[in-house]
């Protein structure tokens, strides 16, 4: 099983500021993997697939790089609403599909 | 609107059952894979099980793996899964999600919690 290795576990960045959020696999998962955002009592949702394809209807603030083992999710201009947590998958080796534990996007 | 709405949570002893339903709208039911991800409290997402679009396909994560059985109902735009012999470490949110790979939609979530 592949394990997902988020990083910070919490993250504190000022509104209009940028975010870089990281994740590492435990053996190359190539380019498949997403990004999740979730609030608190919502479901996730899918912001970006593919390592760096984003969803539609997803800003374009939010850009996801990398590949293999190393991947980057970067939020260009903190706005109120992006203020969550945030996960990535891995679909490479599947099943299962595996998550990172989560990184926390909070106001400084 | 694509919309899946999860029913069937609540609360049950250790060694009970339940079944959990996705009732989905919106989109092409059969057309898709279809997965359950639970999500113990304050804790992050655990994949639990995917079914192919005609059901002949079924995968499960290991720690529910001959207790809990997705299936679904393409007649009825329906996902289902079949929790038995729960125990204390299910208590989560259950979500149904299309897809399993990238997961677009999902439901709610409902709340099943295993206590005596």
């Known amino acids: 099983e592949i394990v997902m290795t988020q990083s910070p576990a919490t993250l504190s960045v000022s509104p209009g500021e940028r975010a870089t959020l990281s994740c590492r696999a435990s053996?190359?998962?190539?380019?498949?993997l997403a990004w999740y955002q979730q609030k608190p009592g919502q479901a996730p949702r899918l912001l970006i697939y593919?390592?760096?394809t984003r969803v539609t209807g997803i800003p374009a603030r939010f850009s996801g790089s990398g590949s293999g083992t190393e991947f980057t999710l970067t939020i260009s201009s903190l706005q109120s609403e992006d203020f969550a947590v945030y996960y990535c998958q891995q679909y490479n080796n599947w099943p299962p599909t595996t998550f990172g534990q989560g990184t926390r996007l909070e106001i400084e | 609107e694509v919309q899946l709405v999860e029913s069937g949570g609540g609360l049950v002893q250790p060694g009970g059952s339940l079944r959990l339903s996705c009732a989905v709208s919106?989109?092409?039911?059969?057309?898709?894979?279809m997965s359950w991800v639970r999500q113990a409290p304050g804790k992050g997402l655990e994949w639990v099980a995917s079914?192919?679009?005609?059901?002949?396909?079924?995968y499960h994560v290991d720690s529910v793996k001959g207790r809990f059985t997705i299936s679904r109902d393409n007649a009825k735009d329906s996902l289902y899964l079949q929790m038995n012999s729960l125990r204390a470490e299910d208590t989560a949110v259950y979500y149904c999600?299309?897809?399993?790979?990238?997961?677009?939609?999902w439901g709610r979530g409902t709340l099943v919690t295993v206590s005596s």
């Open positions: 593919g390592a760096s």
């Open positions: 999600a299309r897809g399993h790979h990238g997961l677009e939609y």
């Open positions: 919106g989109l092409t039911f059969s057309n898709f894979w």
């Open positions: 079914i192919n679009q005609d059901g002949s396909a079924k």
């Open positions: 053996q190359s998962v190539n380019s498949n």
